[in-house]
């Protein structure tokens, strides 16, 4: 049975008459409520928009911290992103405690900005966190109150201080000192404050501050640290602050791994010069004793053999040491710094030129790039992931083994220089008495003088780059107050204008659109097409007074 589709009315038989009439009678009936509505909320909008949104909008202020030596990138290597500044101490919240201990941030002011009170703020951990509220004595314009109110310790509006306005300046209470400024003591005002406590203040503004790491393949060498706001001069101070503290934060680092390194070097230093005045001491004493006792060119190209056999020997046995400490945190590590041990354990091949330390470089640093691109986009749980971590522990393996073969291959090579060193030894036990004491007195000041050598270079270098030790991170460019824009007035109007309309005719029309109740005979007229031949009107008794 086919479906007979209703035709659309033409334009030309629409009764547009019938449409005028009857909406101009239902915005009668609704007169009042949009004289009256229309106007409030349209006044309203645009008090409450001047007042809290335009005056004081949220905004964002930004600090750049740059890498004093940026990665280079050379033509067939995989981008990779790069965190070798270790931007995430920023967000760790025992730094964040040190910036909200020094800015007591602890304190926070309601409706004014910070500075605009207060010149200067002190809280330390005796300060009760709580709300206070600074006021003027209603009977009394020269008379200030502060009241205290914590519900979770019984206290509400509780008067903790009072005075006169003539000789305020500083305020103590309790674990906080606030001085005022001068403006605001010339105009005073009735001022809230609050005091958080401190995992709620790091909370806070480990919530707010945001973090952008650099990007090589945007050839952003920098780090980005934003704070939003409405207290402008307060968000800048904070960022610059953090700028200040993770650089002289990662100079202390610096310095600390330097001095580590440089203690080490300093006990080698001193064993290689002891070992080395010694002797020299004895050759000379031997050769004093015994002016015509010499070596033969034979007999000194084999001490010459030997002296470079137990200086490579002394620098396999120093390589093969380090091996061994990178191996043993390699295995103590926990999962989450097993990345981090064996970063390190390709550094130290690398700086041995094993063979494939650069390729399992490289594929570290992709399947870690990998990993924090797939991070921003799935769920530990998803498969992409779980491949990426099954290649990162395959690679760690990699790691491990190629660091345990290094071992082996230089446990190989000190036997086999010891070997040397033993057969060279005993063909100089052919030569007299004599001439074997001086060779072996001349070997040992050969090679005590290339180990002193050798260390006394190491130690001079890390001991002059102690003195001049820098941040490898500096701050490019301090953050600003932000400048809020122009009050748009024609915009807000039209917006205020737009939700006084909608507030206004919107009811009217809504209830028209549900109410089928017919008004007039006109309306049952178009709805049934029945002639209306006479109709009642309504008789509205007017109630009169009494005479």
């Not at 101009?24 to 509505?37: G, S």
């Not at 001069?233 to 934060?249: G, H, K, P, Y």
């Not at 470079?308 to 020997?313: F, G, I, P, Q, V």
């Not at 017919?518 to 309306?523: K, L, P, R, S």
């Amino acid at each position: 049975m086919a479906v007979t589709q209703p035709k659309p009315t033409p334009l030309r038989e629409i009764d547009f008459t019938h449409y005028v009439k009857h909406y101009t009678r239902l915005l009668w009936r609704w007169k009042w409520w949009i004289v009256f509505a229309g106007p409030l909320v349209s006044a309203a909008a645009l008090i409450y928009m001047l007042k809290f949104q335009a005056s004081d909008p949220e905004l964002t202020a930004t600090v750049l911290i740059g890498l004093e030596n940026p990665p280079t990138v050379t033509i067939g290597m995989d981008f990779v992103d790069i965190d070798n500044s270790k931007s995430e101490l920023i967000k760790t919240r025992s730094f964040l405690k040190d910036i909200v201990d020094k800015l007591s941030l602890r304190f926070q002011v309601k409706k004014f900005p910070r500075n605009y009170v207060f010149s200067k703020i002190s809280v330390d951990s005796l300060a009760r966190s709580g709300r206070y509220v600074f006021n003027i004595d209603r009977d009394n314009a020269n008379v200030y109150t502060i009241t205290y109110t914590n519900r979770k310790h019984g206290y509400k509006n509780k008067i903790i201080q009072t005075g006169k306005l003539a000789n305020l300046s500083i305020v103590r209470l309790p674990g906080i000192r606030l001085k005022f400024t001068r403006s605001f003591l010339k105009d005073p005002q009735k001022v809230t404050f609050y005091v958080a406590g401190m995992p709620k203040a790091i909370d806070n503004l480990h919530k707010n501050v945001e973090l952008k790491k650099p990007d090589i393949r945007r050839q952003q060498f920098h780090i980005e640290v934003s704070l939003k706001g409405r207290d402008y001069n307060l968000i800048a101070e904070v960022l610059n602050t953090i700028a200040d503290a993770f650089v002289e934060r990662k100079l202390m680092f610096r310095k600390r791994k330097t001095q580590s390194v440089l203690s080490v070097l300093e006990k080698q230093y001193n064993r290689a010069r002891d070992g080395f005045a010694g002797a020299e001491h004895r050759l000379k004493n031997f050769r004093t004793s015994n002016p015509t006792v010499g070596l033969t060119q034979s007999a000194q190209r084999t001490v010459n053999t030997l002296t470079e056999l137990e200086t490579s020997t002394f620098a396999i046995k120093n390589a093969l040491k380090e091996a061994q400490r990178l191996e043993s945190k390699f295995v103590e590590s926990s999962n989450e710094d097993k990345i981090q041990a064996s970063e390190e354990i390709l550094v130290f091949l690398n700086s041995q030129e094993y063979t494939s330390a650069p390729v399992l470089q490289m594929e570290m640093n992709r399947l870690l790039s990998d990993k924090r691109a797939l991070r921003n986009n799935y769920a530990g749980t998803h498969p992409l992931m779980r491949e990426n971590e099954a290649g990162i522990e395959k690679l760690l393996k990699n790691v491990q083994n190629s660091l345990v073969n290094f071992v082996k291959g230089a446990e190989d090579k000190a036997l086999e220089k010891a070997s040397g060193i033993q057969s060279l030894s005993k063909k100089l036990q052919g030569l007299p008495s004599k001439e074997v004491r001086m060779a072996e007195l001349q070997r040992r000041h050969q090679v005590s003088s290339e180990m002193f050598s050798t260390v006394s270079d190491r130690y001079n270098r890390v001991k002059v780059a102690e003195t001049i030790e820098v941040a490898d991170v500096y701050v490019m460019d301090y953050a600003a107050p932000p400048i809020p824009p122009p009050v748009n007035i024609l915009k807000l109007l039209g917006i205020c204008l737009l939700l006084g309309i909608i507030i206004a005719f919107g009811p009217a029309l809504f209830f028209n659109m549900i109410n089928k109740t017919v008004q007039t005979e006109f309306e049952l007229q178009k709805m049934t097409d029945m002639v209306v031949l006479e109709s009642i009107p309504k008789i509205s008794i007017v109630k009169r007074g009494k005479k």
